[in-house]
């Protein structure tokens, strides 16, 4: 079975710095992964996902993440961060093709980062 | 405006009193999921439906029960609840595919005592 590890439950970075917060994944066959963001009471939002192709992958709100097979990684990234970016953060691996019944391509999340950024 | 429904957004019952959360998404999205979170274990799979009259269970289901009679609508049902299933509950949906995102809720905060 497909598994997804964080293993930060938190990070802290200071207003403007570079953040990181990381995520690795096991699966059998090519990953499909994705990265979502909880903000206070709220849902949680796409950012982005990987399929195929460029190892560096863009998404919303300035994040971009980037996908590394041979240390099954796939960490998260920001050149400056924002007060606002604060939240937590879920890495997401979907099941391969051959692992689902019927196409339903479950989704394992990991447990979360929350991310804090100071002024 | 796109969006996945959830009611109510804070319910707090008793233990064995019948309750159901309702879930509608107005996308047109074959599938529904529901999950439940809890503090350092993420998100966990409760049930999904692939489609209208097509639901499966997901990594704890039990103690819930679901319908999909329709296909914007996937009510959680919970028959005799229990305070372990006190938790944060998301409703979500998605195209079929398997590099399509899915859109929650903004949940729904049960509190069984």
């Known amino acids: 079975a497909q598994s997804v590890a964080q293993p930060e439950d938190q990070v802290n970075v200071a207003e403007g710095n570079p953040l990181t917060v990381k995520c690795t994944y096991s699966?059998?066959?090519?990953?499909?992964l994705f990265w979502y963001v909880q903000y206070p009471n709220r849902g949680l939002q796409f950012l982005l996902k990987?399929?195929?192709?460029?190892?560096l992958v863009k998404g919303s709100y300035g994040f971009e993440a980037e996908f590394n097979k041979s240390q099954t990684s796939f960490h998260l990234k920001k050149p400056s961060a924002l007060v606002s970016d604060s939240a937590l953060y879920f890495c997401?691996?979907?099941?391969?093709?051959?692992?689902?019944?019927?196409?339903?391509?479950?989704?394992?999340f990991g447990k979360g980062t929350k991310l804090s950024v100071i002024p | 405006e796109a969006q996945v429904t959830q009611n109510p957004r804070y319910l707090i019952t008793v233990t064995g009193k019948k309750l159901t959360v309702t879930c509608s998404q107005n996308?047109?999205?074959?599938?529904m999921s529901w999950y439940r979170q809890d503090p350092g274990l993420g998100l966990r799979q409760i049930y999904y439906s692939m489609n209208v009259e097509v639901t499966d269970k997901g990594d704890v289901p039990e103690g819930y029960k679901v319908s999909r009679k329709e296909k914007r609508n996937f009510p959680l049902i919970l028959e005799s609840p229990s305070p372990n299933q006190t938790s944060l509950y998301f409703c979500?949906?998605?195209?079929?595919?398997?590099?399509?995102?899915?859109?929650f809720g903004n949940g729904t905060r049960l509190t069984v005592t």
């Open positions: 990987y399929i195929t192709g460029d190892n």
């Open positions: 996308m047109n999205h074959e599938y």
């Open positions: 699966v059998s066959g090519n990953p499909y």
């Open positions: 997401a691996v979907r099941d391969p093709p051959s692992y689902s019944g019927a196409g339903s391509y479950q989704l394992t």
């Open positions: 979500a949906s998605r195209i079929t595919g398997r590099d399509s995102p899915l859109h």
